[in-house]
Structures are given as C-alpha cells and as structure tokens.
T-cell receptor, first 111, second 112 residues
C-alpha cells in the first residue's frame, strides 16, 4: 500500500516567518501535486512536479520533488495571513493517475 | 477559467436509498475520477474512468457503486443502497493527461 506522510500536521507561525512542509513516502510516484483546501470546498491545484529534483516557484511558494521521486517539500517565504489553510500533497500512482493523498498540513499565519 | 462543477452541493438521504451524484468535468479533459473525504480524514481515491470505462477502482468501490458518463459531458457516481458510513464529501476530478487533476467543489452526502 502506497502512503504519503506529511509533516508537520499543524503549524502556527507569525506573519513574515518562513516555513517548510514535508511530504514523504517509501514509494516512487510518477508525479506529485500540491493542493490547498478550504473548509467545505474541493482541493485547489497549486503545482505539479514531475521530474526528480524539479523545483517550481509560485510567488513566495517553492516546491521541490526529491531526486528519487519519493518525497517533496513546500517552502513558503515570508508567510502572510492569506496563506492560512490546509495544504495537501498527492502522489500519482500507477498508469491511471489515481492520487494518493497525504493527511494534510494545517497552517495558521498570525498577523 | 474552466472548472469542474458538481451537483447537488448537499444531499441528505435515508439509509438504503439510492443516490446519484453529478459532475460536469472540464470540457476537453479525458480522465475522470471520484474521491471521497470522510470528515477529518484523508481524501481517498474511489475510481478512475477513461475511454468510457473504469480504469481502476479502490477496495471501497464495491458493487454498491457505479459510474457512468451518459452523454459525453456529465459524469455520475451512483450509490445503490446507501449506508451510514457512506456519509462523506464526494469530489469529482478531471484531467487532460491523467496526472494533473482539477477538483470540483464537492457534494456533501449525509446518510441518516
């Protein structure tokens, strides 16, 4: 069974601080997606990483896919209260593209 | 910007009743998925659908579940005889190439 473990599960920081969320597995994924989910809504795609070692930037967010395609990280620089939310990583497994989700990281950024 | 839509947003049903959850995927997408999320738990894969047939299903997707793409635009999930443990948020997702998936807003199913 393929699993994705996210850490930390909860993170509460002050505005302006930097943070990193980790997503780890013992399995190889063909791609990995990061989503953000608001309460009662569907996950919203932030980024997809496909190649081992790939780094993608989205404004203050930096996403990295591990060389072996088993892990990923999300780094936020100078966090803002608007970054508050639930961040999910999801790995694509097999040929059908089914996603295996991590349990999520709840981020709270205090003004 | 194209988006996945789902109806209804909330469905309340009695145990043993049939429900149909509806989704309109992004129009040029080829891969379609259903996921569910029980309150406080991870998003779980149910089924994937490509080229008018199921390409993969999870252990959760037993004989009580079925999917259909009846008219080339809608994608439905039917639960024949609902159980209390089917209560969850159900998300439809679609993808052009099979890995970058876009999710709908979800249908909250409450089984009483």
């Amino acid at each position: 069974t393929q699993l994705l473990e996210q850490s930390p599960q909860f993170l509460s920081i002050q505005e302006g601080e930097n943070l990193t969320v980790y997503c780890n597995s013992s399995s190889v994924f063909s791609s990995l997606q990061w989503y953000r989910q608001e309460p009662g809504e569907g996950p919203v795609l932030l980024v997809t990483v496909v190649t081992g070692g790939e780094v993608k930037k989205l404004k203050r967010l930096t996403f990295q896919f591990g060389d072996a395609r088993k892990d990923s990280s999300l780094h936020i620089t100078a966090a803002q209260p608007g970054d508050t939310g639930l961040y999910l990583c999801a790995g694509a497994a097999g040929n059908t593209g089914k996603l295996i989700f991590g349990q999520g990281t709840t981020l709270q950024v205090k003004p | 910007e194209p988006e996945v839509t789902q109806t209804p947003s909330h469905q309340v049903t009695q145990m043993g009743q049939e429900v149909i959850l509806r989704c309109v995927p992004i129009s040029n997408h080829l891969y379609f998925y259903w996921y569910r999320q029980i309150l406080g738990q991870k998003v779980e894969f149910l089924v994937s659908f490509y080229n008018n047939e199921i390409s993969e299903k999870s252990e959760i997707f037993d004989d009580q579940f079925s999917v259909e793409r009846p008219d080339g635009s809608n994608f439905t999930l039917k639960i024949r005889s609902t159980k209390l443990e089917d209560s969850a948020m159900y998300f439809c997702a679609s993808s052009l190439q099979g890995y970058e998936q876009y999710f709908g807003p979800g249908t909250r199913l409450t089984v009483t």
